[in-house]
């Protein structure tokens, strides 16, 4: 997502997946894509996660926000690109997207948690806000499924709900390789 | 996922609360300390989850329903409210979608494993466990037997003030019901049955049972005055316990009590048998109520707010 952190995000019913880092035109950038992505002229606004506030709660998503923010600023990131599997005729895209923050004070995150926790819950993040972009959702909830949380959501053009994955890494390129284990 | 949730305020607001707090969990699973706040979220979601579940069942959605029957099973299970979460899974193989029997029977297998021993009571969480343990084993201690029980089957020396603590914070998790204390007198801790998923199993067993008067419901019952020595009032608990249960009453005890009886939504407690309804019908109370509906056959009452006995039959010699 922003420098050496990575996010990445899948819904196994209609298989796709996104994939966010910093836009860059180094050589690690264009070994990972090759190929062009398209500028989009939409935006994401990290205040944008209250649209998730009709199923989940301020605190819950408070705390995703600021992280997220956190991060955003400390990387001085201000677009992404996301990579995903079109549902349409399952080809792959990437495309640029503007990202804005409150312009809040987010230097206190870092006393407040962990590390390891601020890059999950901005990964939670960044992955509802960008499933929000691709596919409008209308309806999240949680479940208990044995040892595991699970995240599902219903979006505005399917009748199906879907299991929402999300990981936050700092290891280049191995967040779809922790989806998958 | 049912489209009600998304238009009825009421399951709204409860798939909200069951999120965020399993979120809220979730982020505790870091803590490997201290499990109690985890514990807390866990259960407050398993609350609302079999409260929800039990809302879906009665607009016959019985999918989702044992979804979040099975969800509540996996979050009371992790937090240790091992009774909660039996109930739940036996709820599930009740309604029958064949979809989640297998865990539901699997839930049962694991829970029903599960041994007194394998309980860390080295921390806070366990004691609290063991003491929930034996509630439910017992079926309602004082402070005074819960303190011997603890000492002779964990080897746990703990003070009154411990346990009345420990019992405390077991009733702010909804798993016991409490009557008595503050201080220095002795609490009764008996398990909290009306909130499980299914009261199936706990038919026939003495427990307390919290809520408040909603209807007198007598005229629904055919009453054949054939045991003259059995002579009931009878009413609706309280209409936020699901599914709803009516109390029946002394006459005695409706008598000294009128103005009890006739103030809306007084809060109180009942001590007596879980029974069905129509279990009624051997004393010559027939229902006619839509639904067959538990019963609490009470035979003492206490003042909800300040845990005073209005009425003992022990002692006021009632039927």
Known sequence: MIGDKHIASKSEALDYDIRIQKPSTDKYFNSVFKQNYMVSNQAIKTEDLKLYSDWLAEDVLASWTICAEYLLNKYKCNSIIIEHKKLSDGSDEAISVDVSTRGLETEKVAHSKQEKDIVEEAAIAMGLLVTQLLRPCIFIHVLKQGAGYDYYYLSADSPDEELLEVTGTEIPNSGQERLRR | ?319
Not at chain 2, 214 to 243: A, G, M
């Open chain 2, 1 to 319: 996922m049912n489209a009600m949730m998304l238009e009825n305020a009421q399951m709204k607001n409860l798939v909200k609360a069951i999120s965020s707090n399993l979120i809220r969990a979730q982020n505790e699973e870091r803590n490997e300390k201290d499990s109690s706040l985890r514990n807390s979220f866990l259960d407050m979601a398993g609350y609302d989850s079999v409260f929800l579940a039990k809302l879906l069942l009665e607009i016959n959605d019985s999918v989702e329903s044992s979804r979040y029957f099975l969800s509540a099973a996996f979050s009371y299970e992790k937090s240790g409210a091992l009774n909660q979460s039996l109930a739940c899974f036996n709820k599930i193989k009740e309604i029958g979608e064949e979809a989640f029997i297998t865990d539901a029977e699997e839930g049962i297998s694991r829970i029903n494993s599960i041994k007194k021993e394998q309980l860390d009571i080295t921390t806070r969480e366990g004691k609290l466990s063991a003491l929930d343990y034996l509630i439910w084993k017992h079926y309602g201690l004082t402070t005074t037997d819960a303190k011997s029980y603890m000492e002779k089957e964990f080897g746990q020396d703990l003070t009154n003030d411990s346990i009345r603590a420990h019992a405390k914070k077991l009733e702010e998790r909804k798993r016991v019901i409490i009557w008595g204390g503050p201080q220095g007198r002795e609490y009764h801790i008996y398990p909290n049955i009306a909130d499980l998923a299914t009261r199936s199993q706990h038919y026939g067993r003495t427990s307390l049972f919290a809520g408040s008067i909603q209807d007198r419901v007598t005229k629904e019952f055919r009453i054949r005055f054939e045991n003259l020595d059995y002579n009931k009032e009878i009413f609706i608990l309280n209409s936020s316990i699901k599914p709803k249960m009516i109390m029946a009453v002394d006459m005695n005890a409706f008598v000294k009590n009128l103005r009890v009886f006739t103030t809306p939504n007084f809060s109180l407690k009942a001590l007596g048998v879980l029974r069905k309804s129509r279990d009624l019908e051997n004393n010559g109370y027939k229902p006619m109520l839509s639904d067959e509906l538990d019963l609490v056959d009470s035979d003492t009452l206490f003042n909800g707010l300040t845990d005073e006995t209005i009425y003992n039959r022990a002692t006021c010699g009632g039927t």
